[in-house]
């Protein structure tokens, strides 16, 4: 009782893992990815949406201010778990 599936058990540590690597996004797209003023909001997004959104940033094939440096620092299981989290919240 109280033990998560190996599966679950690993989608939760993503989630979390997400979770902490989201609070840098707050500064600019506000507090769980809702932004209050001109930059987007990324609460909203598809997990797959916003895979393609922070690779296109990566790659310099989206253009943005800031996004692209700050897409370079982060690695693919990164941004999966970021993507989980958001998606994870559309809803809230």
């Known amino acids: ?4 599936p190996a599966s679950a058990a690993a989608a939760e540590s993503v989630t979390a893992r ?5 609070h840098a996004c707050a500064a600019c797209h506000g507090p769980d990815g809702r932004s ?19 690779k296109a940033f ?3 094939a989206r253009k943005g201010t800031v996004m692209n440096l700050i ?3 982060v690695d693919d299981a990164e941004i999966s778990a970021m993507a989980a989290y958001f998606a ?5």
């Open 71 to 73: 897409a370079k620092g």
């Open 36 to 54: 209050q003023g001109a930059i987007p909001s990324i609460d909203h997004l598809p997990a797959e949406d916003f895979i393609a959104a922070l």
């Open 18 to 22: 997400g979770a902490d690597l989201a």
């Open 58 to 60: 990566r790659t310099d």
């Open 88 to 92: 994870g919240r559309q809803g809230r």
């Open 1 to 4: 009782a109280g033990v998560l």
